[in-house]
């Protein structure tokens, strides 16, 4: 191996271990967990802090809203309360909770 080559591995070796550390940081992992859960609203709990992320796929039919009638109504009174929705995904929504059994206007 020559001088050039083993500088040149060298450099790649620290700039892979850097990145590494810097992925391993826990605002790194934040950040991923932040888009992973933008990519894949189903992955999202309802009973989690962060269950409002998931109201536009429910609405939108995309992701299902919880088994039992009176999760899923506590689902959509949290989506009626805590998102700004458009015209449409209100009516959406107003269809829904006049579906599930048991459920009141919020």
Request: glycine residues 4%; aromatic residues 8%.
């Amino acid at each position: 191996m020559t001088a050039r080559r083993a500088v040149l591995f060298g450099i790649a070796a620290a700039v892979i271990a850097a990145g590494a550390y810097v992925l391993s940081t826990p605002v790194a992992l934040l950040a991923y967990y932040v888009v992973y859960e933008d990519m894949f609203p189903s992955r999202i709990s309802w009973d989690g802090k962060t269950a409002w992320r998931r109201c536009d796929s429910a609405i939108a039919g995309k992701t299902s809203w919880p088994a039992t009638p009176e999760a899923a109504c506590a689902a959509m009174h949290l989506c009626a309360n805590e998102v700004p929705l458009s015209r449409t995904q209100r009516l959406q929504l107003d269809e829904a909770i006049r579906k599930t059994p048991g459920c009141r206007e919020p």
